[in-house]
């Protein structure tokens, strides 16, 4: 029979009556017993220290490592070095659930049962047991009411690190659980406590016990939550550039990039990481896993490692083999849910999961998969970012070799699992490897798409980048499957009538182009390709090659003195005509008498295709000696907008086929139409306390007017939940949809060190890159925090000076639906995020940018 306290502190207030468990051993009067009154866990100072100030309103969060502070103030008379011993004791914990029984709201938490004991003695029975390590705790009302609850916890055990006891010493251990007096003035001890740089991480339970002479007393002091720790260098995260620990777990918004090779899209993403709940909901995703249930003491011994975390946080993301977060889709029938292209930030998708009782929300592709990742690694406190891949290879059996079958029209025929995906996404996080060989510490690839299994279940990951590149397929995990993604060969077969098969020669298709991710501390992209793969040719990549035993790379491509490849006009963008050119070279000395079908279809960015939007078919295409010729191929929009997909992709097929000697030659290109622009301009001159409204603007590209349009808002720190704004009129063609946007009520923005570090700003009217060098308007400022700034630091603890809040940005996307494509469902037009800071004096004027990226100057 577990035991039980009598009663518990609730964690989330800021101090509070301590609980107590007194033991007497002799009758020795209330004087002369060390009685403790409370218990002030210093949120806002941890908070601040710790880099935690945004999870630290209602608990207590710190990082592993690093020593945090509390107080205990005492009744009567004060501790007393020389006659008191105090001892504390922390174990692991699961996080609070809420369930409504047959008396209304109960709070049950693994270990403790007074709160359903007193609710049991008004209406029922309660029973606990414990069983195979697992604390098992029912309750129920009346037999003929029975309604019961089982939650399963921990058995935390000192043998594996989910339990601790260490004494008030002036000796600290490093390493390892202690507690020293860092002050005491009148019934006031000041302690503070270190945790060891491996501890498990997660939710945690702080007792006390106090004894004086042959007598002793127990305390509940509260609850904490631990979180991995990238300013540690003792633990396994730690990052040495402040610049890119601020970026990779401080920073709430960020750019996923989408679109093509040859047109790299960014789009705005909130990760929100700090933003209220998130914290408990990736506790809750931990406690969810299939291994958490299966053995929850190894699995909380196990949450010390962040490569362990980063693999159960991998296969928890998607729902494919568990109660995760997220189902995938890629069939563009979405009207159960919501289109994986309309999420703009991963807060409102934890919370949907959460709030429905953890049942998965529906739907997410690639992109959305990563940024959840990110979302709930960076929370935990695992560095990390997303990165796309573009060509990216889908290898099924692992022989890094995707063949695609064509007919002579060049259209692909029979099994079209194994496919190169216009993009795909997956994160890389920040962490050491002491399970592999020196080197392979640093960033790890983790893809939480549901693609192929791992060891069971469907999670892919950490392997070290370090190993994609050098071709060592033997590391764990899953490097065979990543090192295709990157480096597959691409081989198209030609069926023709007789069935004979040849072979094409294509050489437009390159696996593994330009992966990128957004810059540290700009809002750029930056390629790091190079950390995946060595230059094309180079001996170091035939190396990495060998090893790989990647024989089709080592094969010399064979060259028959004709090429061709897709070219595109300058202009593409939704709801326009446009051409496009196979651009054919014969660099031979003889005259070729070929046969050109041009052909284009829309794509979904995993490479399915739609139906056809151009075609053209040119039987005898005579090519001059060493000349070159351009055909075009006009698309036009009444071809393509009712079958073009969210992914705005269309995929341009050139075959030229040589009948004579039986050669062909394979072109392939995709391309991204445009979407317009989200504008936002501050109305009015912005001032400090007072409401602030900014004007969110789009200009309607089409020829035909957009009905039911919404303009769906969300930010970190800003909105407690996505908010959706409609336009209840249609948008004439050329028309702007317009619509005020007034500022949401905001809580206090609390300062860290990190936070308040200078960054150069930009000069008003200087270029951003992507504007085509065209100077940049003021705006106003739009302030964060007019009403509430953050607490005062006091001098001693930071004397950095003037500070500012760290900048909240807004998302804004319009969904739209043009009148004639009613039956299609809506589609994202476009993103924009307006990015604010509180500066330290009124009427500053901020930048703003084209893309509605609004920076406040210092």
Known sequence: MAS????????????????????????????????????????????????TADLCREKLVVRRGQAFRLTLHFEGRNYEASV????????????????????????????????????????????????????????????????????????????????????????????????????????????????????????????????????????????????????????????????????????????????????????????????????????????????????????????????????????????????????????????????????????????????????RVKYGQCWVFAAVACTVLRCLGIPTRVVTNYNSAHDQNSNLLIEYFRNEFGEIQGDKSEMIWNFHCWVESWMSRPDLQPGYEGWQALDPTPQEKSEGTY???????????????????????????????VVDWIRQDDGSMHKSINHSLVVGLKISTKSVGRDERQDITHTYKYPEGSPEEREAFKRANHLNKLTEKEDTGMAMRIRVSQSMSMGSDFDVFAYITNNTSEEHTCRLLLCARTVSYNGILGPECGTKDLLNLSLAPFSEKSIPLRIL??????????????????????????????????????????????????????????EVSLRNPLTTPLSDCIFTVEGAGLTEEQKVVEIPDPVEAGEDAKRPLEQAKERPCPLT??????????????PRAGTGGVPEKASPEFS???????????????????????????WLMLTWLPTHLITMGNHRVGAAFLTKRLGPREGRRPTLHQRGICKAGE
Not at 26 to 31: D, I, K
Not at 130 to 141: H, N, R, Y
Not at 799 to 808: L, Q, S
């Open 459 to 489: 999670c892919c990951g950490p392997v070290p980048v370090r190993a994609i590149k050098e071709g060592d397929l033997s590391t764990k995990y899953d490097a065979p499957f990543v090192f295709a993604e990157v480096n597959a060969d």
């Open 84 to 359: 008191d011993r105090l001892t504390f004791s922390v174990t692991t914990d699961t996080e609070a659930k809420s369930r409504r029984g047959p008396w209304g709201d109960r709070h049950l938490e693994a270990g403790w049962a007074s709160t359903y004991q007193q609710g049991a003695s008004q209406t029922g029975s309660c029973g606990a047991s414990e069983d195979q390590g697992l604390i098992l705790l029912k309750v129920w009302a009346s037999s003929s009411e029975r309604k019961s609850w089982t939650l399963a916890g921990p058995a935390p055990s000192e043998e594996a690190g989910t339990r601790a006891r260490f004494p008030l010493s002036d000796a600290v251990e490093e390493g390892a659980w202690t507690a020293e007096v860092v002050g005491q003035q009148d019934s006031a001890l000041s302690l503070q406590l270190s945790t060891p740089p491996n501890a498990p991480i997660g939710l945690y339970r702080l007792s006390l016990e106090a004894s004086t002479g042959y007598q002793g007393s127990s305390f509940v002091l509260g609850h904490f939550i631990l979180l991995f720790n990238p300013w540690c260098p003792g633990d396994a995260v730690y990052l040495d550039s402040d610049e890119e620990r601020h970026e990779y777990i401080l920073t709430q918004h960020g750019f996923i990039y989408q679109g093509s090779a040859k047109f790299i899209k960014n789009i705005p993403w909130n990760f929100g990481q700090f933003e209220d709940g998130i914290l408990d909901i990736c506790l809750t995703l931990l406690d969810m896993n299939p291994k958490f249930l299966r053995d929850a003491g190894r699995d909380c011994s196990r949450r010390s490692s962040p490569v362990y975390v980063g693999r159960v946080v991998s296969g928890m993301v998607n729902c494919n083999d568990d109660q995760g977060v997220l189902l995938g889709r890629w069939d563009n029938n979405y009207g159960d849910g919501i289109s994986p292209m309309f999420w703009i930030g991963s807060v409102d998708i934890l919370r949907r999961w959460k709030s429905s009782g953890c049942q």
């Open 784 to 810: 964060p925090h007019p009403s509430r700034p953050g607490p005062k630091v006091p001098p001693h603890r930071h004397r950095e000076a003037p500070t500012m809040c760290r900048a909240r940005p807004v």
């Open 637 to 694: 929009y009444e071809k393509y907008c009712d079958c073009l997909t969210e992914s705005n992709l269309i995929k341009v097929r050139g075959l030229l086929t040589e009948p004579a000697v039986n050669s062909y030659l394979l072109a392939e290109r995709d391309i991204y139409l445009e979407n317009p622009e989200i504008k936002i301009r501050i109305l009015g001159e912005p001032k400090q306390k007072r409401k602030l409204v900014a």
């Open 4 to 51: 039980f306290s009598s009663a518990r502190l609730q964690w989330s207030h800021l101090e509070g009556p301590a609980t107590r468990q007194r033991s007497h051993r002799h009758h020795l009067t209330m004087a002369e017993e060390l009685v403790l009154e409370r218990c002030d866990l210093e949120l806002e100072a941890n908070g601040r220290d710790h880099h």
């Open 753 to 766: 060190r990190s936070q308040t570090m200078h960054r150069p700003q930009e000069p008003l009217g200087r």
